[in-house]
C-alpha cells in the first residue's frame, strides 16, 4: 500500500531563510508523488509533481523537490521564503488501480514565515 | 472556466439533520472525487466517478453518506442523520482521463460542514 510521512507538523523559519519540509514514502511500485499548498479560505493547490522523469523537480513560486529512491524521500524545499509561503503543505502519493489514481495525503505540514 | 466549485462554503446543521452539498467540476473533465479533510489531518478520499458511474467507494463513506452524479456533470454528496464526526471540510476535485494522471487533478475551495 501507497502511504506518505510527513515528519514536521509544523515549521517556523524567518523570512529570507531556507525552507525543507520533509516527506517519506512508502510504495509498493515506482510511485508518483506531488506537493500541494493549501492556503487559508483557499483550494489545494499543486506546487510540484514527481512521475519518474527528472528527480529534482521544480514547481511554482520557487520551490523544489528531490526524489531520493535510497531514502524513499521527497523533500520539499526553497532557497529563501516569502511571507506569503506561510500555509499548510502536503506530501501527496498516489495509488493507481483501476483505471484511475487515487491521491494518498500526509498529515500536511504548516508552515509558519517570521518577520 | 472558473474551475472547480463547491455549494456551499459553509454548512452548520444540528445532530440528525440531512445535509447536501454540491460540486460543479470543470466541464470537460470526466472524472470527479470527493475527499474529506478533518482538522489537523490531509484530505482522505471518499468516493471516485468516473463520467456517471460510482466506480469506487472508501470505507469511510457509511451507509449514512451518498453520492451521486447524474448525467456525468455536477455531483451531490448527502449526509443523512449528521453526527458530529462528520464536522470537516469536504473537498470535490476533478481531472481528465487523458494519460498517465490525466491532467492533474483540480480541488474546489471546499464545503466546510459544522454538526452542533
Known amino acids: 500500500a501507497q502511504s506518505v510521512t510527513q515528519l514536521d507538523s509544523h515549521v517556523s523559519v524567518s523570512e529570507g531563510t531556507p525552507v525543507l519540509l520533509r516527506c517519506n514514502y512508502s510504495?509498493?511500485?515506482?510511485?508518483?508523488l506531488f506537493w500541494y499548498v493549501q492556503h487559508p479560505n483557499k483550494g489545494l493547490q499543486l506546487l510540484l509533481k514527481?512521475?519518474?522523469?527528472?528527480?529534482l523537480v521544480k514547481g511554482i513560486n520557487g520551490f523544489e523537490a528531490e526524489f531520493k529512491k535510497s531514502e524513499t524521500s521527497f523533500h520539499l524545499t526553497k532557497p529563501s521564503a516569502h511571507m506569503s509561503d506561510a500555509a499548510e503543505y502536503f506530501c501527496v502519493v498516489t495509488s493507481f488501480s483501476g483505471g484511475y489514481n487515487k491521491l494518498i495525503f500526509g498529515a500536511g505540514t504548516r508552515l509558519a514565515v517570521h518577520p | 472556466d472558473t474551475g472547480v466549485s463547491q455549494n456551499p462554503r459553509h454548512k452548520i446543521t444540528k445532530r440528525g439533520q440531512n445535509v447536501t452539498f454540491r460540486c460543479d467540476p470543470i466541464s470537460e473533465h470526466n472524472r470527479l472525487y470527493w475527499y474529506r479533510q478533518t482538522l489537523g489531518q490531509g484530505p482522505e478520499f471518499l468516493t471516485y466517478?468516473?463520467?456517471?458511474?460510482?466506480?469506487?467507494k472508501s470505507r469511510l463513506l457509511s451507509d449514512r453518506f451518498s453520492a451521486e452524479r447524474p448525467k456525468g456533470s455536477f455531483s451531490t454528496l448527502e449526509i443523512q442523520r449528521t453526527e458530529q464526526g462528520d464536522s470537516a471540510m469536504y473537498l470535490c476535485?476533478?481531472?481528465?482521463?487523458?494519460?498517465?494522471?490525466?491532467?492533474?487533478?483540480?480541488f474546489g475551495s471546499g464545503t466546510r460542514l459544522t454538526v452542533v
Open positions: 476535485a476533478s481531472s481528465s482521463g487523458q494519460g498517465y494522471m490525466g491532467r492533474g487533478y483540480t
Open positions: 466517478f468516473q463520467n456517471e458511474a460510482q466506480l469506487e
Open positions: 514527481y512521475t519518474s522523469a527528472a528527480t
Open positions: 510504495s509498493s511500485y515506482s510511485p508518483s
